[in-house]
């Protein structure tokens, strides 16, 4: 009796185990198997084999779907790779089986919930999406995302939302309206983090801004009302002011008398170097430069950032040449290229400043038009620095080549082309001269 017990025992145990070796259990049907496979692809994918490591992904993928979640991250990276590299259609099919897997095994594990792979799943579709239907489908799965995780959410998730609804947008599949909505949401969001000193969400939100601009409905009169509504919701919060600056700023709005409210409300916030320059800016666009270069000046006495105050020497120089000040201009030009020698639009600015002040040098015509040497001297070396001032350069460069002296004035003068000239006064120059044929 004791042997027929222990051996119905025996049999019972071993049904155990075989029953606890099934597809859902966590080494699948063949554990010695599914062991050494997934030993294998992992190998090969931290070495960039991802054609070779396929096979062997598979087998653990298909046969023991709650092995580890990194199935998941290793699927992910070998799928998306070899879709790039092949446009195989089944390798990105494959790839969005992966999220869903994901999400039925491990969806609970560590922060990483469902919201946060039907983000990457959404991002996924997104980066590899052809068509129309692809966006949307997209973004379908990206709102989901960002409904269940809300503050929680990635930024690349995001972006990836904005960048989605900007394409809808962009060919008609969602109204201004949806649009508008959308980047508040995001916008939002992104302002909260930054609130926290999330890191990177400055840079993010000057994406989000940008593709918010690019979209292309960001007139003042629609970013003055959509604004307004925030700024009434969050009036004393610094953070949204900023924000709310940033975008009326880049639209050009500062005319409105939201952006007086909003530089105003700054500077009794926090009297800093930014809310100080928000107010030149307003002052600015009033056209009275007096009250512009007073709070530049005090934007650069307050600020500690060396990039900073290159913009504000530089708005200085554009103030002084709008008040025909010009060695002004030169002055604050050259403090511009002392903290960033690569700023073409210095250099355009002092050449600018040195020919509308030709006529007022020297005693004659000749004396006039050869400061016009060292004014091309000046849009040559913008665009030899700044491959981004080139055609402004050249433009300038044309106009006032023309205006050159003639070679028989140099004649009679004993001044031949190539010989140096000494230009004087403010200017203080030494150029070449060259002449009209």
Not at 82 to 94: C, M, V
Not at 132 to 147: M, P, T
Not at 376 to 404: G, M, Q, W
Request: net charge positive.
């Amino acid at each position: 009796m004791k042997k027929i017990i222990a051996l119905m025992l025996g049999i019972c145990l071993f049904a155990s185990i075989a029953m606890s070796q099934t597809k859902d259990s966590k080494f699948g049907v063949d554990s010695a198997k599914t062991i050494e496979n997934a030993s294998i692809y992992t190998e090969l994918v931290k070495q960039g084999n991802y054609e070779q490591a396929l096979p062997y992904w598979r087998y653990v993928f298909l046969n023991a779907p709650a092995l580890q979640v990194n199935t998941y991250v290793y699927g992910e990276k070998l799928l998306g790779s070899l879709y790039l590299k092949t446009k195989n259609k089944g390798y990105k099919d494959t790839l969005m089986m992966v999220y869903d897997q994901r999400i039925k095994y491990f969806s609970n594990y560590r922060n990483y919930d469902r919201g946060y792979i039907l983000g990457k799943k959404g991002t996924s579709m997104l980066r590899f999406s052809e068509n129309l239907d692809d966006v949307k489908a997209a973004y379908a799965v990206l709102s989901e995302s960002f409904e269940l995780k809300g503050i929680k959410s990635f930024p690349p998730v995001i972006q990836n939302l904005l960048r989605a609804g900007s394409y809808l947008f962009e060919n008609k599949a969602m109204t201004q309206e949806e649009y508008i909505h959308l980047f508040e949401k995001c916008s939002d969001v992104t302002n909260k983090w930054i609130q926290n000193s999330r890191k990177g969400c400055d840079m993010l939100m000057n994406k989000l801004n940008a593709m918010f601009f690019d979209a292309g409905i960001a007139d003042c009169n629609v970013l003055g009302k959509m604004l307004r509504k925030k700024f009434e919701a969050n009036k004393g919060n610094v953070e949204v002011m900023k924000n709310i600056e940033s975008i009326l700023a880049r639209g050009e709005c500062q005319d409105l008398p939201l952006y007086t409210e909003i530089a105003e409300g700054l500077y009794k916030a926090e009297p800093d170097a930014h809310s100080a320059y928000v107010l030149a800016m307003m002052f600015g666009k009033r056209r009275d430069f007096d009250k512009m270069e007073k709070y530049l000046l005090e934007a650069i006495d307050k600020s500690t950032n060396d990039q900073d105050k290159a913009e504000y020497f530089i708005k200085l120089a554009y103030v002084s040449l709008s008040k025909n000040n010009f060695p002004a201009v030169k002055k604050y030009a050259l403090k511009t290229l002392q903290l960033n020698p690569k700023s073409g639009v210095a250099y355009i600015l002092i050449g600018r400043a040195y020919a509308l002040y030709s006529k007022n040098y020297g005693s004659d015509s000749f004396e006039h038009a050869s400061v016009y040497w060292a004014a091309v001297d000046k849009f040559k070396r913008a665009k030899a620095i700044d491959p981004s001032v080139a055609a402004e350069a050249n433009k300038l460069i044309s106009t006032y080549s023309a205006h050159f002296p003639s070679k028989d004035e140099g004649f009679f003068r004993e001044i031949h082309e190539g010989h140096k000239v000494k230009i004087g006064d403010w200017i203080q120059e030494t150029t070449v001269a060259h002449y009209n044929k």
